[in-house]
């Protein structure tokens, strides 16, 4: 089991920033493939920003490609999500997920491919 904590979100006006963290306990976090997803008031789930157990591979969908960056630490058992010039478009509850794997550079981007998953952390755009 993977117990999986977000925290970071609020509410900002467009065009500032926010970093949300997730923390992780219980199985090796390193063993994890890791992942951000969103979803938004009526829409499904959808994939954000993943990364690789080693952090040296990371996969964006196309509307935060430049905007947003996953990063990970794993002696802190925490993926990361710098997420910059952030529009309404971007309001949403987002979660993160947790991949076990054994190979080092799997990115992970489809949501049923997840095993573990937080509660979700707010994020709202609004001026």
């Known amino acids: 089991q993977v117990r999986l904590v977000e925290s970071g979100g609020g509410l900002v006006q467009p065009g500032e920033s926010l970093r949300l963290s997730c923390v992780a306990s219980g199985r090796t976090f390193s063993n994890n493939a890791m992942g951000w997803f969103r979803q938004a008031p009526g829409k499904e789930r959808r994939f954000v920003a993943a990364?690789?157990?080693?952090?040296?591979?990371?996969s964006y969908v196309d509307s935060v490609k430049g905007r947003f960056t996953i990063s990970r630490d794993n002696a802190k058992n925490a993926v990361y999500l710098q997420m910059n010039n952030l529009g309404p478009e971007d309001t949403a509850v987002y979660y993160c997920?947790?991949?076990?794997?054994?190979?080092?550079?799997?990115?992970?981007?489809?949501?049923?491919?997840?095993?573990?998953w937080g509660q979700g952390t707010q994020v709202t755009v609004s001026s």
């Open positions: 997920a947790a991949h076990p794997t054994a190979l080092q550079s799997l990115i992970v981007t489809i949501t049923s491919d997840y095993d573990y």
């Open positions: 990364i690789s157990r080693n952090g040296a591979s990371t």
